[in-house]
């Protein structure tokens, strides 16, 4: 399905979690939901395991749910009641492997796609399988490219959403730091949001990425969600503190046709030589 001619608002949430505990977070869920659909919102992104919360150690074979599970129904339910996308992220169960999920669901509550992350950062090798494969998923609003967190360190990956059609690739995740990597390295909430901005750059494409805020196991969860422009401008963005924050984004216009005539980085590329 291609984009709309006409811009799509999108809004990214920025939120806390309780830790181990659905039922919170998903009238969380719900009330950021219903705020997006307010504020004129086609689609609402949601941060990585926005559920559950991310450490939940031994809690994992408790709170991983089934594809069919009782939180994607009642975050289908929040989908179609708002006439609004949901991309959330969550864990689920499948064939005896648990995943750090990324769900889309469109306006009528059906799941459009359950996106498995790839690419698994330090000890979520110990509690989760790998997803094997990118997703693009065609909607009403345009193709979506679904990512997790650490996925969006590895631009080779996200050139490959970008092949695959994606209008605009989403980003739900939980970047945390504590004071040894912010002291000494200066590992940040502004830093990753100037990655987000590097990859919506070096691809000429739209990227929204949907930060924690909070405190788990001795982390801080850094925020600094962001709405990102081919450009690399930022098109919304937050710092600290739970909230939302939408921008416009126009996929067929004068201005975007004129920037990606000079910007033309994938052309441009010399595979040959970078063996």
């Known amino acids: 399905m291609d984009a709309p001619n006409n811009p799509v ?63 994607l129904r009642a975050l289908g339910e929040m989908a179609r009641t708002n006439r609004i996308h949901l991309a959330v992220g969550l864990i689920v169960k499948e064939h005896g492997r648990n995943y750090d999920a990324q769900a889309l669901l469109g306006p009528d509550g059906r799941l459009l796609g359950l996106y498995r992350k790839a690419h698994l950062f330090s000890v979520e090798k110990r509690h989760f399988a790998a997803g094997d494969a990118p997703l693009v998923v065609s909607t009403a609003i345009g193709r979506i490219g679904m990512t997790i967190c650490y996925d969006l360190i590895f631009p080779e990956y996200i050139r490959r959403i970008v092949d695959l059609g994606a209008d ?18 200066g590992w940040s909430g502004s830093m990753t949001q100037s990655l987000a901005s590097t990859r919506a750059l070096e691809n000429s494409t739209f990227l929204a990425m949907a930060n924690r805020v909070g405190k788990e196991a001795g982390f801080d969860c850094l925020g600094w969600s962001c709405i990102a422009a081919p450009s690399g401008k930022l098109l919304g963005a937050l710092e600290d503190g739970e909230g939302i924050v939408t921008a416009p984004l126009a996929f067929h216009s004068e201005d975007l046709e004129r920037w990606r005539a000079i910007a033309t980085y994938r052309s441009d590329r010399r595979p040959e030589i970078y063996g």
């Not at 659905?22 to 689609?43: Q, S």
């Not at 970047?175 to 990597?181: C, G």
Request: charged share 20%.
């Open 9 to 71: 608002m999108i809004a990214v949430v920025q939120m806390d979690c309780t830790l181990g505990e659905v039922e919170p977070n998903l009238k969380r869920i719900a009330h950021f939901t219903r705020l997006a659909a307010e504020m004129g919102a086609g689609i609402a992104v949601f941060p990585e395991c926005a559920t559950t919360g991310y450490f939940v150690g031994e809690q994992l074979e408790r709170l991983a749910e089934m594809p069919d599970g009782p939180s």
């Open 168 to 185: 605009l690739i989403i980003n739900s995740t939980d970047w945390i730091a504590d004071t040894y990597q912010t002291s000494v390295w």
